[in-house]
């Protein structure tokens, strides 16, 4: 069976730059990867330039289907170009179960919190794919 990866990383401000998301799933496609991502599904419900979109959304069920996708994961993949709420809290919830958590970000002081559920953390796409190797 494939192991599973979820790609978590920052929406909130980054809608129409979610790029970083094709780049990590070819990443795991080519290592034998089942690829979880969360934007797939919630992405139909960003409209353009809408503002506060996420407010359409029923809080309890948008959090719980992100939990549920990290709950089915053998390793979250955290893109951090920048602070996310979200991917934080998907990043210790997944520790705390246990997953395996790898952190690209090329920010040089990273939160404590970050540091401490983190299992890998690297700077560059080139070092999650070798990082990644590591656990096949």
């Known amino acids: 069976m494939k192991k599973k990866a979820f790609i ?3 929406i909130l401000g980054m809608e129409n730059d979610q790029a970083y998301r094709d780049r990590i799933r070819k990443i795991c496609v080519k ?3 089942e690829v979880i991502d969360p ?3 919630e992405r139909v419900l960003y409209q353009g330039d809408e503002q506060c979109w996420w407010t359409k959304c029923v809080p309890t ?3 719980q289907r992100d939990l549920d996708d990290a709950d089915r994961c053998d390793v979250m993949i955290v893109y951090l170009p920048k602070l996310s709420a ?3 809290m998907e990043l210790f919830y997944a520790k705390r179960k246990g997953k395996m958590v790898i952190v690209v970000s090329e920010m040089e002081c990273l939160s404590p ?3 401490l559920h983190s ?3 690297v700077k560059r796409f080139e070092e999650l ?3 990644l190797r590591q656990i096949k």
């Open 129 to 131: 794919e070798d990082a």
């Open 61 to 63: 069920d948008f959090v």
């Open 31 to 33: 290592l034998g990867f």
């Open 39 to 41: 934007w797939r599904r």
């Open 113 to 115: 919190w970050i540091v």
């Open 119 to 121: 299992d890998v953390i």
């Open 86 to 88: 979200g991917a934080c």
């Open 8 to 10: 978590s990383g920052p």
